[in-house]
């Protein structure tokens, strides 16, 4: 068996293309969706990701602001700058690049956004709807695998999910979107005794942990659904998964690749939350 290749960026252009009709009909309502982009400090890696986000927003039509602050700024300032925005009529979804410098709390900096305009879903408002089933705003990077599950053909109800990594970002809200549908869920962490017995069980399989190819082909049940949220770079400079790509695509059904599985998927999403936002505040507004 080799696995089907779930292309991430293939899929991320049919759902840009389903979120830019619906931007469209606000713009002919004369209502144009509005991100703003924080980044605080120098970080390469998060200025390359800013910059994908605007280009996204540039993709769709979308107005974007892009506010670069120096690595000194002090937190008073920065949520200064959050508060100007949840007050910007223009702006209708604020998204603050993490990780902040040390010298901020950055669960004070995420709090601070207004939960309406939380893209990246993330303050504990939008967490607690998640939790309850009333998702406003989804995480993106699950959200994302979501939806490659969904345009791959991949059913989800009554399936056993298996989800390794526990993080805020992507382990517990994937493990709870998976449970919003009907699927049987089990997290495991770094922590976990055998966790080969849980993986090959696993008839979905969602991996972020951060630790190059510990998934490995023997792993995995026959005919699996493989999402592997990890991105590492090698001592070779090149990029993989936490999956072992090479020995998991001889045994399961589906599988994203590392680069180009979940990760235009992301920032896809981001700007789907952003057209939903200013959707939510147009409906308000009436």
Same mark, same amino acid.
């Given at each position: 068996m080799?696995?089907?290749?779930?292309d991430?960026?293939?899929?991320?252009q049919?759902?840009r293309?389903?979120?830019?009709? =619906?931007?469209?009909?606000?713009k002919? =309502?004369?209502i144009?969706p509005?991100?703003?982009?924080?980044?605080?400090?120098?970080?390469?890696?998060?200025?390359?990701?800013?910059?994908?986000?605007? $280009?996204?927003?540039?993709?769709?039509?979308?107005?974007?602001?892009?506010?670069?602050? %120096?690595?000194?700024?002090s937190?008073?300032?920065?949520?200064?700058?959050?508060?100007e925005?949840?007050?910007?009529?223009?702006?209708?979804?604020?998204l603050?690049?993490?990780?902040? %410098?040390?010298h901020?709390?950055?669960?004070?900096v995420?709090?601070?956004?207004s939960?309406?305009k939380?893209?990246?879903?993330?303050?504990?408002m939008?967490?607690?709807a998640l939790?309850?089933?009333?998702?406003?705003f989804a995480?993106?990077?699950?959200?994302?695998?979501? $939806?490659l599950?969904?345009?791959?053909?991949?059913s989800?109800?009554?399936?056993?999910?298996?989800?390794?990594? =526990?993080?805020?970002?992507?382990g $517990?809200?994937?493990?709870? +979107?998976?449970?919003?549908?009907n699927?049987?869920?089990?997290?495991?962490?770094?922590?976990?005794?055998d966790?080969?017995?849980?993986t090959?069980d696993a008839?979905?399989?969602?991996?972020?942990?951060?630790?190059?190819k510990?998934?490995?082909?023997?792993?995995?049940?026959?005919?699996?659904?493989?999402?592997?949220?990890g991105?590492?770079? +090698?001592?070779?400079?090149?990029?993989c998964?936490?999956?072992?790509f090479?020995?998991?695509?001889?045994?399961?059904?589906?599988?994203?690749?590392v680069p180009?599985?979940?990760?235009?998927?992301?920032?896809? +999403?981001l700007?789907?939350?952003t057209?939903r936002?200013?959707?939510?505040?147009?409906?308000?507004?009436?």
């Amino acid at each position: 068996m080799t696995a089907q290749i779930i292309d991430g960026k293939t899929i991320a252009q049919q759902v840009r293309a389903e979120w830019k009709i =619906r931007a469209d009909a606000l713009k002919a =309502r004369g209502i144009m969706p509005g991100l703003a982009v924080i980044i605080v400090g120098e970080d390469p890696a998060s200025r390359v990701y800013v910059a994908n986000k605007v $280009k996204a927003c540039a993709e769709l039509g979308l107005h974007s602001e892009h506010i670069a602050l %120096p690595a000194n700024t002090s937190e008073a300032t920065l949520l200064a700058k959050i508060n100007e925005l949840n007050n910007d009529a223009k702006i209708h979804g604020i998204l603050v690049q993490l990780p902040v %410098p040390k010298h901020n709390d950055s669960s004070k900096v995420l709090e601070a956004i207004s939960p309406g305009k939380d893209v990246d879903g993330f303050h504990p408002m939008n967490v607690g709807a998640l939790v309850t089933g009333n998702m406003r705003f989804a995480p993106c990077t699950p959200y994302g695998a979501m $939806k490659l599950l969904e345009k791959s053909g991949v059913s989800i109800e009554g399936k056993h999910a298996v989800v390794v990594g =526990r993080s805020n970002i992507v382990g $517990k809200p994937m493990a709870l +979107m998976l449970l919003q549908h009907n699927a049987t869920v089990t997290i495991c962490t770094s922590k976990t005794v055998d966790l080969a017995k849980f993986t090959r069980d696993a008839d979905i399989l969602v991996v972020a942990t951060g630790k190059p190819k510990m998934i490995t082909g023997d792993m995995i049940k026959p005919g699996a659904a493989i999402i592997d949220v990890g991105i590492n770079r +090698m001592a070779d400079g090149k990029l993989c998964g936490d999956v072992d790509f090479d020995s998991a695509k001889e045994v399961a059904g589906w599988i994203t690749p590392v680069p180009g599985g979940v990760g235009p998927m992301t920032i896809t +999403m981001l700007v789907a939350n952003t057209v939903r936002a200013a959707e939510l505040s147009a409906n308000q507004a009436k």
